[in-house]
């Protein structure tokens, strides 16, 4: 009982670490762990800490108003029609390019384990990896058709909990002894095409703008109203929190394994070197049940995300038995095996699609930071001045990273 009035609390944050951590956010922060340290790991926390600002915010305005994020701007915004599906749009593409991602790596993964076990495999596999990337959605999809929130919200705490534990033991194991330290502590500006396109990558996969829109409906969805202001907040917090554990423990524990010894991520199983201190041989094995818990941690919530905002743009309620929801769950799967179908490198595709998600950050807050100061609708919870200093720098920083990731996908692009 216990634990199901937690979940009841939790749920909605459980859901946004579904949208944020998952085989991209393990591959940006392990390949940046291995190339860099924790440099990098200063992006991460103002990442994570704007993103429990922004579910904080979405949050508030869902308990206090009863709207949902797009039915909340199309009604109280000038031009407020053109900004939600302008959202709806931006959201939607940069989902499904990082579920395309996501296959690719999982996909990706499952054929060089393979290979391990059967040599015979030709070197070229790419058709045999577009084969396992159809089975993996075809399996997400046949579960989607259960069509329960509560069933979501379970499975999606299970696997991040799976997931969370063996990259948290993991970094006890392998923690960087102070010679490491010294070298991978002190903060990096990035400058090089790479580097740039790693820092767009962290706040793709952390600060993610379906985090927040999502938010209202789901809180909705729980019944939560004015009076559950502090439990929403409470909820924010945890998962702001969990998102920096799991995401610092994954860059720490490739950091003590692979930064230490000079070895960087080229192949998908380069990464389960960093779990080789706690389990030897089975490392692949344990690395391969956390790269598909991970996947199917996020492509549960990605494969929902445009009928959910489509419900949250109409009606504000979520609907999640309709034929129209399994339709669009059935575009998304279908849109996002053309990733997958390209044939790239899985890392490279994977870093890149995280990118995507920075363009429509900028657009979430500017919407956030215009309703939250309108006393017409939030009445005495108008947003103060700690919230509107916040949102202005979460909003300059959007700006700035989605700058760095046009440039960097620019330049990376370029050198292809």
């Not at 340290?37 to 206090?64: E, I, K, N, P, T």
């Not at 309620?317 to 997958?340: N, Q």
């Not at 017409?376 to 300059?396: D, H, R, T, V």
Request: aromatic share 10%; with cysteine.
């Amino acid at each position: 009982m216990k634990a199901k009035k937690i979940l009841s609390v939790l749920g909605p944050g459980i859901f946004a670490i579904g949208y944020t951590i998952g085989t991209g956010s393990v591959t940006a922060m392990a390949t940046a762990g291995a190339k860099y340290g924790l440099q990098l790991l200063w992006v991460l926390l103002l990442s994570c800490l704007f993103s429990g600002l922004l579910m904080d915010a979405y949050g508030r305005f869902a308990v206090v108003t009863g709207n949902t994020s797009l039915q909340g701007i199309r009604k109280h915004l000038p031009c407020g029609k053109l900004l939600a599906i302008l959202i709806f749009i931006g959201v939607c593409m940069g989902q499904y390019t990082c579920m395309g991602g996501i296959l690719t790596l999982s996909s990706g993964a499952i054929v060089e384990m393979l290979s391990l076990f059967f040599p015979s495999l030709p070197p070229e596999h790419h058709g045999i990896a577009l084969g396992v990337a159809v089975a993996i959605i075809a399996l997400m999809f046949s579960l989607m058709l259960i069509g329960r929130y509560s069933f979501f919200e379970k499975l999606l705490a299970f696997f991040v909990m799976l997931m969370g534990l063996t990259f948290l033991v993991s970094m006890f194991v392998v923690w960087p002894d102070a010679e490491v330290m010294k070298r991978a502590l002190p903060p990096a500006v990035p400058h090089d095409a790479a580097s740039l396109l790693m820092l767009a990558s962290f706040v793709g996969t952390t600060m993610a703008a379906p985090t927040f829109v999502t938010r209202p409906l789901l809180v909705r969805e729980k019944n939560l109203g004015v009076e559950n202001l502090s439990e929403q907040r409470t909820d924010a917090v945890f998962s702001a929190s969990l998102m920096f554990v799991i995401s610092g423990a994954i860059m720490f524990v490739a950091t003590g394994a692979l930064f230490a010894h000079g070895k960087e991520i080229v192949k998908v199983l380069d990464m389960a070197h960093t779990l080789q201190p706690l389990a030897g041989r089975f490392a692949v094995a344990l690395f391969m049940v956390g790269t598909l818990s991970a996947g199917l941690s996020s492509i549960f919530p990605i494969m929902m995300v445009a009928p959910l905002l489509l419900s949250d743009y109409q009606s504000g309620k979520m609907e999640t038995k309709s034929m129209r929801f399994r339709v669009l769950c059935l575009v998304a799967s279908l849109f996002s095996l053309l990733v997958p179908a390209l044939g790239s490198n899985p890392i490279l595709i994977t870093i890149m699609a995280q990118v995507s998600n920075v363009f429509v950050l900028p657009l979430t807050i500017l919407a956030i930071f215009l309703l939250l100061n309108k006393r017409a609708i939030m009445g005495e919870y108008k947003a103060g001045i700690g919230i509107n200093i916040g949102l202005i720098f979460a909003f300059l920083f959007s700006c700035a990273v989605a700058y760095t990731g046009y440039k960097a996908l620019a330049l990376t692009i370029a050198k292809m």
